[in-house]
C-alpha cells in the first residue's frame, strides 16, 4: 500500500515525486553520506545558508566544517566580499548609501561603470528544509551573477553533477553546478535574517521567515515527527480519530476565559443597539459588580486554605446574584427602546443562536464517541483567553485528547505513560540528525533525557502524600503554602520532578475543589480521580482523570458549583442512557515539543503564535 | 518500533492493552470469524443493539441472520417482549401508561404484584464501536434481569465464554455469559435510538447518541481511516506537517464571510459603550448602504456575462466608499462622548490588537513554510460564516491543505490526483467490513466507484474547453448562461463528472476574476493557474493552484482589487526574499467522506457539525 519512503536508501538519487528537483535528504542523510551518488546529474532546489567566493587567481577556499550555522561571523558576507573585491562598488556604497543590487539613476550616472568582474568561484551551503544538513554548491561566475547567488536567503533551483569536493570537509559530496534554472534574490537591507543570527525572541517577530532558520526548521521537523508519532500510536492501538469542534457552547471546565465567536458586524439589529437603558431601581451595573466582587472572592477562597462548605456557599451566592441580574437584563430587554449592551449582544440575532465559545478542551464531546465507540482520540487546536505572558501558554495551542470507555483512572494513567515513551522513542529512532543538532545548539542532555524517559518508569504519588513530602522540605520556602486543599503550583511541581523524584511523576486522587466537575468522586468523598504527569523541565505535560459516570453524582457537582446545568443536558445523556466508566487523558502537545527539544517557550515551537496582543498574520 | 497491530490475528484473543476486555473486531474481524478462539475466556463490553428472549420451555429462538441491522421491525424490543410474557404488565401499561422501568407509586399500590418472572436466555446482540459485526452474548436470567440488561443502548460488560452458536447463522461464535461486570441501564421513555431506526436527519437533533447507531459508527470509522491515510500519505511523500494558525488577522480570499474571535465581555471600555454617535453631515448608515449595495453590482457581475472592466472599475468603486466609511467612523470616534457601534468595537481594549478572525483557509500560512522547508502539508478546521443551507457546506470544516516549492500548476495536479487515489484505495484496503456495510445500506455502487477512481485517470479539461462542450449541450438548459469570465455553477460541475466525460475532471486556467487574489497570472493575460478536481457525486473536491511568485504581479493583483495591502506585507514578504515558483492544493476533507460513503449532507460525517443556528453542544 504505502509508496517507498523517500528516505530510503536507495542506490540512485530519487527525484521527489511531484517535480524533478531531488530533496537532500536523499543524499545527505544516507549512510554513506551521499558518497554511491558521485557522477550523478541531479536538480536540487534551496536556499542560501552561507556563501565564499574566490577569485581564480587565490587558492581554493578553506571550507567551513560545520553546515549547521547559519551565518557566522567568520563567513564573510556578499556585501563583505562586494567591498573588498572592487573598490569602485565600495566608493560608490559609500559616496551614495545605495543598495548594491539596485544603484540608483543617480549613481549611475555620476561613478564611472565598475570594471568587468574578474572570473571567481562561488561556494554556496544550501538547505531546502528537508534535513539540517546542508549541501555545497560549486558555482562558476560565469554562469551567474556572484552578487546575485550568494546573499543568505536567495532561493536557487540548480542543475549539475555530484562530486566529491575538492578539498577535505565534513562532506562526502558537493554539487558542481552546471546550469542555474532559478533565482529568487533578497533585497539585502530588508532581509531580516541576512545579519548575523537572531536570538528566538527576535526571530517571533518575523514569524513569515523563522523556519528558514536551521533552529526553528530543526524544532518544525521534529514537530512534524511528534506529530505523526501521535497518529501511529493511536493507530497500533486501535483508537478511532474524531474530531471534536472548535466552535463550542460547551465550557468544559466550568470556569475557562473563553473566546467568543460570532459575526456581529451582519447581524446586530440596528435599532437595537441605537438606544440604551438602565433598569430602574436596582442598577444592573450595581449588580453587576457585586458579580464581579463574588467572583473574586471564590476565586481568592480556592486558592487560600479554605473549606470546602466556605467555597460552596460562596458559589451558590454567587450563583442567585447572577440570576438577578439575569433578571435585570431581562427586564431591560422589554422595555421598548432599550437594547442589551454591547457586551451582551442578544444571540439571536448571531450567526449561532446561543453564546459561542472557542473550545477550551475537547474531552466532554470525545466522552460521547467514546461511550459508542470505545477508544477515541482527538487532536486539535485548544483555546484559552488568558493573558498572563507565561513561557508555557498561548491562546492557541494543539492538544492531543484521548479517551476510553470501559477504562478507570489506573488505565489512563497506563496509557499515558506508554504513549509518553513512544513519543520520546519515536524521536530518537526517527530524527537522528535533528535531535543531534538539538544537543548541540539547544540543550546538550536532551539525547540523555529521552533515553532517560524510555527506560525509568514515573513515580506515583498521590496529592496527600506529595503535600507531606513537600511540606517537609527545609531548605526551601514556597511562595505558597501547603494543606490538603490548595492546589499544587508550577513551583511545587518542578520541585517534585526537578529535585526530589528527578523523573516524571504522577500525582493523582486530587482534592475535588481543584479540578473540573466531570472528575469521578472517589469513595472518600474529598479527592477525586485525577492524574498529572509532571516531567523535568516543562512541568505538567498530561493530564488526564476518570470521568464521573454516575448520573445522580455529578449531578450534584454540577448544582454544588453552580453551573448552568441547562448547558450539560445533552452531556448528562451519557449517563442516563448505556453509561459505562471512562476514563482519559490531555497531552499538551506544544509543551511536549519543548521537552524534546529543551527550548523553554512555546512560541517558539508553534508555527504561528497567538497570545495576548499578538496575532499579526 | 510500531507496537502490535491490535486487528492481527493472533491465536488468543488480546485484550485492549488498556484495559481489560478484548475489543469485538479483535474477534469477530478474523479470517476465521472468532472460530479459532473457541472456548477461550474473555471479557468484553459494550451496547445492546437488538435483544431476544426465550423462555426455558419454548424452542431456541430463530436468531437473526443480520448481524448488522440495528433495530429492524423484525427484531422484538424489550417493551414488546415484556407486552407478550407478562399480560399483568401489559394490563399496568394500558391502564396507566407508566413506564415499564419505573411503574408510579400509584400503580403499585392498585395493581397486584407481578408473578416471579419465569427462568429464561437472553440473547443480546452487542457492538463495542470497533467493528461494523456485532457478537451474540447469550445471558441467562439468573445471572442479570432480563428487562434491565435487554433494552437497546443498554451497556454491559460480560465475562464468558466464547463457543460455536447453539442455532445455525451467520456467526462463527458466541459468547456464553457467567458474569455481568456491570450494566449501564436505559431510560427507556427518553432515549432516542430506543424505538425504530430514525432518518439521519433526526439523528442529528441527538449528536451525542449518533455513533451509536450502526450507520454513523461506520461513518465514522471510515473518517477515522481516512484522516490515517492523509498522515500516511505525506508521511510516505516526504512532506511535514505544519499546523497553521485558526485564529488570523488575514483574509485568505479577500472576500470570505469570516467569524469573529473576540473576548469582548470582558475586555470592552463601558464608558465608550454608553453612548452612541451619529457623524453630522453625511450619514454613516447612508455610506453604509451604499457599500452594501455595490457590493451587490460586483456579486452580480461576477455572476453574469460581465468584463473585467466592468468588474475592476466597481471594485476600485466600492473601495472609495470603504474608504469614505472608513472616515466618517474615524471621525465618529474622536469626538467626545461618542463611541463605536457594537459591530466595530474598538479592537484596542481587545485581546487581540487587530481584527481577528476564524481562519477560512491556510494556504498563506503554509507558503511561508513551504518557502523554508519545501513540501508542507496542513490538516485542520476551516471556517466560513455561509448562512445558506447547502448540504456540502458546515460552518466549520475540515481541509487537508498542501503547499511545495518549486513546483508549478502540474505538479500540484499530479499531487492531488495520487493523493486522492491513495485514499480510495485505502479504504477499500483498510475498511473492508465497514465499505460492504455502506454498500449494503446506503450506496450500493461504493465499492466499484472506489475501484474505477484507482484505475482510470481523471480528465484533464481548460476552463475555456469546459465552457464550450457545456454551450454545445443541447438537452439541457442551465440556470445560468456560460461565457468566458463566467464562474462554473455546481449544475455546470456536476453536469461535466456526471453525464459527459463519467469521471474525475480536472478544470483549469481559470479566468482570473473568478479565483483569489493570490494565484499566478498566466502569459496571457487573462487566465490564472488553478485548478478544480470535480467528482461524480460531490462536485468539486481538491482546488488547486500555482501562486504567484511575482511582487510586482501580486501587488498589482492586490491593489486591483482593493484589498488591503498592509495586511499582506507578510505575505508578500516572500516574493521580496528568495521567491520560488510553488502550488498546492485544498482536500475538503468531509466531502471526501461523502464521496466515500456515498451519503448526500455533510452533517451526517462530522461529528459535531455546526452551521448557521446549529451549535447545541
Not at 151 to 156: A, E, H, L, R, S
Not at 474 to 502: C, M, R
Not at 575 to 590: C, E, Q, W
Request: proline residues 4%.
Amino acid at each position: 500500500m504505502a509508496s517507498e519512503d523517500a528516505t530510503s536508501h536507495s542506490p540512485a538519487a530519487t527525484p521527489f515525486k511531484f517535480s524533478n528537483r531531488v530533496l537532500l535528504k536523499t543524499i545527505l542523510e544516507r549512510g554513506d553520506g551521499g558518497m554511491e551518488l558521485v557522477n550523478q546529474r541531479v536538480v536540487i532546489g534551496g536556499w542560501v545558508k552561507s556563501s565564499k567566493e574566490v577569485t581564480k587567481s587565490s587558492l581554493p577556499p578553506k571550507l567551513s566544517e560545520d553546515g549547521y550555522e547559519e551565518n557566522k561571523t567568520k563567513d564573510v558576507t556578499c556585501v563583505e566580499i562586494l567591498q573588498s573585491r572592487i573598490p569602485l562598488i565600495r566608493t560608490l556604497i559609500r559616496v551614495f548609501g545605495g543598495s548594491v543590487n539596485a544603484p540608483s539613476k543617480k549613481a549611475e550616472s555620476v561613478v564611472p561603470k565598475p570594471l568587468p568582474p574578474q572570473p571567481s568561484t562561488v561556494y554556496l551551503l544550501l538547505t531546502d528544509g528537508s534535513s539540517v544538513a546542508t549541501l555545497q554548491v560549486v558555482v562558476e561566475s560565469s554562469i551567474a551573477p556572484p552578487s546575485k547567488i550568494m546573499p543568505t536567503g536567495t532561493c536557487i533551483l540548480v542543475e549539475g553533477v555530484l562530486r566529491q569536493p575538492s578539498s577535505e570537509g565534513k562532506h562526502a559530496v558537493e554539487l558542481k553546478a552546471d546550469k542555474i534554472l532559478h533565482i529568487g534574490t533578497v533585497e539585502l537591507d530588508k532581509y531580516p535574517l541576512s545579519k548575523k543570527r537572531l536570538p528566538l525572541d527576535s526571530l517571533r517577530d518575523h514569524s513569515q521567515f523563522r523556519p528558514r532558520t536551521t533552529m526553528v526548521a530543526t524544532v518544525m521537523r521534529i514537530r512534524s515527527a511528534l506529530s505523526f508519532a501521535t497518529k501511529s500510536f493511536f493507530k497500533d492501538n486501535a483508537f478511532l480519530d474524531v474530531q471534536v469542534p472548535t466552535i463550542t457552547t460547551t465550557d468544559c471546565e466550568g470556569f475557562s476565559k473563553m473566546f467568543h465567536v460570532a459575526t456581529l458586524d451582519k447581524k446586530v439589529n440596528k435599532k437595537k443597539l441605537d438606544t440604551i437603558y438602565e433598569t430602574e431601581g436596582v442598577s444592573l451595573e450595581t449588580v453587576k459588580d457585586a458579580v464581579k466582587e463574588k467572583s473574586n472572592i471564590i476565586e481568592n477562597l480556592k486558592r487560600s486554605e479554605s473549606n470546602r462548605e466556605a467555597l460552596v456557599a460562596a458559589i451558590q451566592d454567587l450563583r442567585k446574584t447572577n440570576e438577578l441580574a439575569s433578571q435585570l437584563e431581562a427586564r431591560g430587554k422589554t422595555r421598548s427602546g432599550t437594547i442589551l449592551k454591547a457586551d451582551k449582544v442578544d444571540s439571536s440575532e448571531e450567526f449561532f443562536s446561543g453564546g459561542t465559545y472557542l473550545t477550551v478542551c475537547g474531552r466532554l464531546h470525545l466522552e460521547s464517541y467514546a461511550c459508542a465507540l470505545g477508544n477515541v482520540y482527538s487532536f486539535g487546536p485548544r483555546f484559552r483567553a488568558d493573558t498572563t505572558d507565561s513561557a508555557k501558554h498561548a491562546a492557541e495551542m494543539w492538544m492531543v485528547e484521548v479517551e476510553m470507555a470501559f477504562s478507570q483512572l489506573k488505565d489512563s494513567i497506563n496509557c499515558a505513560n506508554e504513549f509518553f515513551k513512544y513519543l520520546c522513542k519515536w524521536i530518537l529512532e526517527n530524527c537522528t540528525e535533528d535531535i543531534r543538532f538539538v544537543a548541540k545548539r539547544i540543550d546538550s542532555t536532551c539525547i540523555y533525557r529521552l533515553e532517560q524517559m524510555i527506560k525509568i518508569s514515573s513515580e506515583m504519588v498521590s496529592y496527600s502524600a506529595a503535600v507531606e513530602v513537600l511540606r517537609k522540605v527545609e531548605n526551601k520556602n514556597f511562595e505558597t503554602n501547603l494543606e490538603f486543599g490548595v492546589d499544587l503550583t508550577t513551583e511545587h511541581l518542578s520541585y517534585l520532578a526537578d529535585h526530589i523524584y528527578k523523573r516524571p511523576v504522577i500525582i493523582y486522587n486530587y482534592p475535588k475543589e481543584v479540578k473540573p466537575f466531570y472528575v469521578r468522586l472517589n469513595d472518600d468523598g474529598k479527592t477525586v480521580a485525577a492524574f498529572d504527569m509532571v516531567v523535568p523541565k516543562v512541568g505538567t505535560i498530561i493530564s488526564g482523570s476518570q470521568s464521573e459516570e454516575r448520573l445522580d453524582m455529578i449531578s450534584s457537582r454540577i448544582q454544588e458549583l453552580g453551573l448552568p446545568r441547562e448547558k450539560y443536558e445533552w452531556y448528562l445523556d451519557l449517563r442516563r442512557h448505556g453509561t459505562v466508566k471512562h476514563s482519559g487523558f490531555t497531552l499538551r502537545f506544544d509543551l511536549m515539543v519543548l521537552f524534546v527539544t529543551g527550548l523553554g517557550n512555546v512560541r517558539d515551537v508553534i508555527p504561528f503564535p497567538r497570545s495576548y496582543g499578538r496575532a499579526n498574520n
